[in-house]
């Protein structure tokens, strides 16, 4: 299925369509995002089809993940003039007051998205629409064993009419890296070994790129706990999208007062779970293959199953399985496992817990599960993570006013954050203009220097630099 793309040509005709939808103005933008919408929901079922098809994800997530972009287009669209409104910074000194300066925010001409397969459609709208919006013409390249919910929503976006500043590259990975050497600004979800091979590229370029990269979060279970509260949640936690989620709970830390019945809750409500409607396959059967590894590995090591534990590679299938007797030496604690496992270690104390939590070298988010809401806010700010939820699972990733942001290497730059979600794809620039016509005989920077008007000039900038006495020193 995969074509072979001119990806300099795809880039040079975006770049020329793109002035023309920068001109427009973010009122005209918005419009076109709002139609966009509404074509994406009068197409839903055939999209959603496509989704599910291609990573086999229960038809209620994918119905899920397409929600999301469709929600984030109309609080992008109610606030996008406000965030792209030029600003008037005040003079900072005398010596500029009678200067205006104007500050726009001028896109990125060509902006690439390349995405992976766990959230094929949901991550590449998301930050397709952002882009857009900032006035950027956008590329997206989907991972290629999932591309055809991708293909199909970009193609809504020729079908409405709309400028053709939004198309599709698909192709193999050497169709992103060729992307790579054409795109002004790059927005990377994937592995961390990718993104950092993206980045170099980046800088070598001299252009920006935000990368959402790999995840361990942890999550902290502590003894005040509501036990069947942090059980469902953190079930839900590990196993939605089978654990394919970058803020997926990879490894939980028990305080010794509930561990016994933390895991026994766990396991019950784990081992009910059906397999298809509520848990499906793996995308990949590489994915499948690294799962695998890292249940055998661990359980070679002494690792115990509570629940689950079997495998088909043809189905692709991991039973969603909870683990003891793990611990830091183990990949399943320590590299991302992306599937349906879930690690559990009993910890002495909430100190405990975050030195463990914090020797991850990922730090993408975290969950504290406590009846004290303030105990669980103070925990929160000893965490080397971008977003911490106090009793709730992947909470922030619907949070999209709030910046999502990957620490260590789970990232740079993120998604989301309201303004900053569109002001990211953007320059600013900064046009300084008199507020008053000035002969040129009063402009004391230009040529030429003279010495009494150096002293003078010199005296007054220190004047207005310095504070008291200092001031007036020579
Ligand atoms: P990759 O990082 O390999 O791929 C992500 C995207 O980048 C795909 O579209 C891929 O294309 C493309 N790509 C691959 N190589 C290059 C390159 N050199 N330059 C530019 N683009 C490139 O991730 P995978 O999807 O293979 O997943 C591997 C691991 O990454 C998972 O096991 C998981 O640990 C992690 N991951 C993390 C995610 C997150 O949300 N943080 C999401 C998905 C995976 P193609 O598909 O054609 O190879």
Same mark, same amino acid.
């Given at each position: 299925?995969?074509?072979?793309?001119?990806?300099?040509?795809?880039?040079?005709?975006?770049?020329?369509?793109?002035?023309?939808?920068?001109? #427009?103005?973010?009122?005209?933008?918005?419009?076109?995002?709002?139609?966009?919408?509404?074509?994406?929901?009068?197409?839903?079922?055939?999209?959603?089809?496509?989704?599910?098809?291609?990573?086999?994800?229960?038809?209620?997530?994918?119905?899920?993940?397409?929600?999301?972009?469709?929600?984030?287009?109309?609080?992008?669209?109610?606030?996008?003039?406000?965030?792209?409104?030029?600003?008037?910074?005040?003079?900072?000194?005398?010596?500029?007051?009678?200067?205006?300066?104007?500050?726009?925010?001028?896109?990125?001409?060509?902006?690439?998205?390349?995405?992976?397969?766990?959230?094929?459609?949901?991550?590449?709208?998301?930050?397709?629409?952002?882009?857009?919006?900032?006035?950027?013409?956008?590329?997206?390249?989907?991972?290629?064993?999932?591309?055809?919910?991708?293909?199909?929503?970009?193609?809504?976006?020729?079908?409405?009419?709309?400028?053709?500043?939004?198309?599709?590259?698909?192709?193999?990975?050497?169709?992103?890296?060729?992307?790579?050497?054409?795109?002004?600004?790059?927005?990377?979800?994937?592995?961390?070994?990718?993104?950092?091979?993206?980045?170099?590229?980046?800088?070598?370029?001299?252009?920006?790129?935000?990368?959402? #990269?790999?995840?361990?979060?942890?999550?902290?279970?502590?003894?005040?706990?509501?036990?069947?509260?942090?059980?469902?949640?953190?079930?839900?936690?590990?196993?939605?999208?089978?654990?394919?989620?970058?803020?997926?709970?990879?490894?939980?830390?028990?305080?010794?007062?509930?561990?016994?019945?933390?895991?026994?809750?766990?396991?019950?409500?784990?081992?009910?779970?059906?397999?298809?409607?509520?848990?499906?396959?793996?995308?990949?059967?590489?994915?499948?293959?690294?799962?695998?590894?890292?249940?055998?590995?661990?359980?070679?090591?002494?690792?115990?199953?509570?629940?689950?534990?079997?495998?088909?590679?043809?189905?692709?299938?991991?039973?969603?399985?909870?683990?003891?007797?793990?611990?830091?030496?183990?990949?399943?604690?320590?590299?991302?496992?992306?599937?349906?496992?879930?690690?559990?270690?009993?910890?002495?104390?909430?100190?405990?817990?975050?030195? #463990?939590?914090?020797?991850?070298?990922?730090?993408?988010?975290?969950?504290?599960?406590?009846?004290?809401?303030?105990?669980?806010?103070?925990?929160?700010?000893?965490?080397?993570?971008?977003?911490?939820?106090?009793?709730?699972?992947?909470?922030?990733?619907?949070?999209?006013?709030?910046?999502?942001?990957?620490?260590?290497?789970?990232?740079?730059?993120?998604?989301?954050?309201?303004?900053?979600?569109?002001?990211?794809?953007?320059?600013?620039?900064?046009?300084?203009?008199?507020?008053?016509?000035?002969?040129?005989?009063?402009?004391?920077?230009?040529?030429?220097?003279?010495?009494?008007?150096?002293?003078?000039?010199?005296?007054?900038?220190?004047?207005?630099?310095?504070?008291?006495?200092?001031?007036?020193?020579?």
């Amino acid at each position: 299925m995969n074509q072979v793309v001119d990806v300099p040509g795809l880039v040079s005709e975006l770049r020329a369509a793109q002035p023309e939808w920068e001109r #427009l103005g973010v009122e005209a933008r918005t419009r076109w995002l709002r139609r966009y919408a509404e074509w994406l929901l009068d197409n839903q079922e055939r999209i959603v089809a496509a989704l599910a098809a291609d990573t086999g994800k229960p038809t209620v997530e994918a119905r899920i993940e397409f929600t999301v972009p469709v929600d984030l287009i109309k609080y992008s669209a109610r606030h996008a003039r406000g965030w792209l409104r030029p600003g008037h910074p005040a003079p900072p000194n005398l010596l500029n007051a009678m200067k205006q300066a104007t500050v726009t925010h001028r896109p990125y001409p060509v902006v690439a998205v390349i995405t992976p397969w766990n959230f094929p459609l949901g991550l590449s709208l998301c930050d397709a629409i952002p882009a857009l919006l900032a006035g950027a013409a956008v590329v997206v390249k989907p991972a290629s064993a999932t591309p055809r919910s991708v293909i199909a929503a970009i193609q809504g976006w020729a079908e409405i009419g709309a400028p053709p500043v939004f198309r599709v590259l698909h192709g193999p990975g050497s169709s992103g890296a060729a992307l790579v050497e054409q795109a002004d600004f790059v927005q990377f979800t994937g592995s961390t070994e990718v993104g950092i091979r993206i980045a170099e590229r980046c800088a070598q370029r001299l252009v920006p790129c935000g990368l959402e #990269l790999g995840g361990k979060d942890a999550a902290i279970v502590l003894a005040d706990a509501d036990l069947d509260l942090a059980v469902r949640g953190i079930a839900w936690g590990a196993l939605a999208n089978a654990g394919q989620m970058c803020t997926s709970v990879e490894r939980v830390y028990v305080e010794s007062a509930v561990y016994p019945r933390f895991v026994e809750r766990l396991s019950a409500h784990v081992g009910a779970l059906r397999r298809g409607a509520d848990v499906a396959p793996l995308v990949t059967t590489d994915q499948f293959d690294l799962v695998r590894a890292h249940l055998v590995d661990a359980l070679a090591a002494g690792a115990r199953v509570a629940v689950g534990g079997n495998t088909d590679r043809d189905a692709k299938w991991v039973q969603p399985t909870v683990l003891t007797g793990v611990d830091h030496t183990m990949a399943v604690v320590c590299e991302e496992t992306f599937g349906p496992l879930i690690p559990v270690i009993e910890v002495a104390d909430a100190d405990e817990a975050v030195a #463990l939590a914090n020797s991850s070298r990922f730090g993408l988010s975290a969950s504290v599960w406590t009846r004290d809401t303030r105990r669980g806010r103070a925990i929160a700010a000893r965490l080397d993570a971008g977003s911490v939820n106090i009793n709730d699972s992947h909470a922030n990733v619907f949070f999209f006013a709030a910046p999502m942001d990957g620490w260590k290497q789970s990232g740079l730059g993120g998604r989301f954050g309201g303004a900053d979600s569109v002001l990211r794809y953007c320059r600013p620039q900064t046009v300084t203009a008199p507020r008053a016509p000035i002969p040129y005989q009063r402009y004391l920077l230009w040529f030429p220097y003279t010495p009494s008007g150096t002293v003078v000039l010199g005296r007054i900038m220190r004047a207005l630099a310095a504070t008291g006495r200092r001031r007036w020193g020579w």
